[in-house]
């Protein structure tokens, strides 16, 4: 599938904040909340490898996805409609 990194897991509240995050993120990690989240880097900035990563998550069963130029956001919160989205 070629290179991928995790971008950004687990934030705690400030970090969250930080880096610009949603208050009820799915990447936010407490004592009584679990991180849920990924944003999954592409080394290559294309249109495929988003596409192959996404097609990929479905194939799993992940039902919140958010493609970007630079990495694609996958969460299975429960708290948060599912859907998918670009940025």
């Known amino acids: 599938m070629g290179s991928i990194t995790i971008k950004s897991g687990c934030r705690c509240p400030t970090w969250n904040k930080v880096v610009g995050g949603k208050r009820r993120s799915a990447h936010i990690t407490t004592e009584d909340k679990e991180c ?14 988003r596409l192959k990563v ?8 992940i039902k919140r996805i958010g493609p970007h130029k630079g990495f694609v ?15």
């Open 54 to 61: 996404v097609k990929a998550a479905l194939e799993v069963g």
């Open 73 to 87: 956001h996958i969460d299975v919160a429960t708290h948060l409609p599912e859907g998918m989205w670009v940025y």
């Open 36 to 49: 849920l989240a990924a944003d999954i880097g592409l080394r290559s900035k294309g249109s495929r490898m």
